[in-house]
């Protein structure tokens, strides 16, 4: 895997939740990104930016990082930090009001993010689809159900999750969501096959929220959830 030279940032640093290089390598390993070198991407929530950098480095592209929970401050430093300035644009802003240009990237990944904002019917194809280029693509990872627990999220995950259960959802529940419009070509959603590494390096960097998560892994996270993968790509 491409990500295992990222190592050194797998820690309470950087991490945020279940690695989300891990997942972000799982789909452009699925889903190459293709190498343009004026290839432009938006990472949409992208944290403390280690999938921003991850992509830049590995595809060659210019990556908006955008978060709205981490300053743009905080992320410049970072990026500058890492000696990637240049590469990575640091983007504090609100999902449901794109500050870009229509038409304007070649992908938008968001990882372990966009279940935040977008789980409504309409999302994707009004505020996500303007902003990629013809022929360009989505690839998104979200925490999820197993699809045999559909619409079972909130009665399973409640003692874990409290209020914010009926953000995970299954793979066909995602594919629903993400649904139909003329200018969407192709739409793929499955259950990931990082989910076990991603959830191991998030306990193992002893994050101060990851003790918590521990405590449920053996008895509900791993045998109900999931992560989503999903793959729309624009006529």
Not at 173 to 198: P, R, Y
Not at 206 to 226: C, F, M, R, W
Request: proline residues 4%; aromatic residues 14%.
């Amino acid at each position: 895997m491409k990500s295992d030279k990222y190592n050194q940032y797998f820690t309470a640093q950087f991490l945020m939740g279940p690695n989300s290089v891990r997942l972000l390598d799982e789909l452009i390993e699925e889903y190459p990104l293709p190498s343009e070198s004026d290839m432009c991407v938006l990472d949409l929530g992208c944290g403390n930016g280690i999938t921003s950098m991850f992509l830049a480095k590995e595809t060659g592209a210019k990556v908006y990082a955008a978060d709205l929970w981490i300053t743009e401050e905080a992320n410049r430093e970072r990026f500058a930090g890492w000696g990637m300035q240049e590469q990575l644009i640091p983007v504090h802003c609100d999902a449901n009001e794109l500050p870009f240009e229509k038409a304007m990237f070649n992908a938008v990944i968001s990882i372990d993010a966009y279940h935040y904002f977008a789980g409504k019917e309409g999302f994707f194809s009004e505020k996500i689809l303007p902003f990629i280029k013809r022929s360009g693509v989505a690839l998104i990872a979200v925490p999820g159900i197993k699809n045999e627990y559909d619409g079972r999220s909130e009665e399973l995950l409640a003692p874990w999750l409290g209020d914010e259960a009926y953000m995970f959802q299954s793979a066909d529940f995602w594919k629903k969501i993400i649904g139909t419009h003329e200018e969407i070509a192709e739409v793929k959603t499955w259950e990931m096959n990082s989910f076990e590494l991603s959830w191991k390096e998030w306990f193992n960097s002893n994050h101060k929220y990851a003790a918590g998560d521990q405590e449920y892994y053996e008895s509900l996270i791993k045998p109900v959830t999931s992560f989503v993968g999903i793959m729309v790509r624009k006529k």
